[in-house]
């Protein structure tokens, strides 16, 4: 049997939206949230905030946010080659030979990015990593001003890796990292609007944006919406792949559930009702230590206003940070299921303190 996966994921992964310019993916989420929530906001950074329940309490914060890696152009030399800064956290390995796509005023512009050939390296050259104003993009252009009739310092790029299934309902894209969040924090306030269990708690699910450059938006929408308890929701790596010291990264996998936090970045009581929400409805689910603040929007929200109770799940996935990430959307679905239920057993005067 064909597995299908769901539409408002597809299209948020087909959106191209670096930090600092969401506007893509903001759109999917306006287009597939807006008209379930009670109340809808877009604020100055660019989150998107859909409330459920106004009137509830305690108000519970969904986090998932909207941007991904990409590339800015900082500067177009005398032949038309465009040069670059990373967005975002990128291995330097992975990044020359790749088809590109720029976003620009007059449309998608489309270019590869290049370096020096190996055959034109001496063994010492050979073993280095390009620095990032080593290489560059080519649009094919005649000269600087050829380049610049369709480009300008400041537009961004992505990679040129679209969606697809390889086996089941496991797939691989450009971005899941992290358009798997925001889908499920969309999608959560979608079924729950459409539940038959009534709500005492107040759910508000944020699209954040520019989490990959420091957790900015959701350090703003946190202090805005002043939530009880939050939920991070974000990708962490399946450790399930060769050349993984699971003495040092866990073990988890692709296929396994949600991957549950536990650590200083975690309150407690909002690890227990995860837990007791997975376990009441059979939600397989895998567990993650963590140390220190987690690299996530977890870390802003906890900190925010006098703090938030916050809890972090992950979708487990492999090759994090590259053109081809991997994961099973079944595991995307498992967590759309368990904040549901997490929002579904909030009571009325709970709190997360301990």
């Avoid at 620095?131 to 000269?143: L, V």
């Avoid at 759910?203 to 944006?209: A, H, L, P, R, Y």
């Avoid at 802003?300 to 972090?312: F, H």
Wanted: a negative charge.
């Amino acid at each position: 049997m064909t597995y299908t996966p769901p539409e408002f994921l597809v299209d948020l992964l087909k959106a191209k939206s670096p930090s600092g310019a969401e506007g893509q993916a903001q759109a999917v989420f306006d287009q597939y949230v807006e008209s379930s929530a009670d109340a809808y906001q877009r604020d100055v950074l660019g989150n998107r905030i859909a409330t459920l329940n106004p009137e509830g309490g305690p108000t519970v914060m969904y986090s998932g946010h909207l941007d991904e890696l990409g590339f800015i152009i900082n500067y177009i030399d005398d032949n038309g080659f465009l040069y670059f800064r990373t967005i975002g956290g990128h291995d330097r390995l992975i990044i020359p030979g790749r088809r590109i796509l720029i976003q620009t005023s007059n449309g998608v512009l489309k270019g590869v990015t290049g370096k020096r050939a190996i055959h034109m390296m001496d063994q010492k050259d050979r073993e280095k990593i390009p620095k990032t104003n080593e290489m560059w993009i080519d649009i094919a252009a005649k000269d600087k001003a050829d380049a610049e009739s369709r480009v300008r310092v400041g537009d961004v790029a992505t990679y040129d890796h679209e969606f697809e299934l390889i086996n089941g309902s496991v797939g691989t894209a450009r971005a899941f990292d992290n358009k798997c969040g925001a889908y499920i924090v969309g999608e959560t306030i979608r079924r729950l609007a459409k539940g038959d269990k009534p709500l005492e708690a107040k759910v508000v699910s944020v699209g954040t944006s520019q989490e990959e450059i420091g957790v900015r938006g959701a350090t703003t929408s946190s202090f805005g919406v002043n939530p009880d308890f939050a939920v991070a929701v974000d990708v962490g790596h399946s450790t399930d792949h060769p050349d993984c010291d699971k003495r040092k990264f866990g073990s988890t996998k692709l296929g396994g559930g949600p991957i549950i936090t536990r650590g200083p970045n975690i309150n407690p009581i909002v690890f227990d009702k995860l837990i007791s929400a997975a376990d009441e409805r059979n939600i397989l689910y895998q567990l993650e230590g963590d140390p220190y603040p987690t690299y996530t929007d977890a870390r802003a929200i906890q900190m925010a206003g006098a703090g938030v109770a916050t809890g972090l799940i992950s979708v487990p996935l492999r090759y994090m940070h590259t053109p081809s990430e991997v994961v099973d959307l079944e595991d995307v679905e498992a967590c759309v299921k368990l904040l549901v239920a997490f929002a579904e057993d909030l009571k009325a005067g709970e709190t997360g303190n301990w």
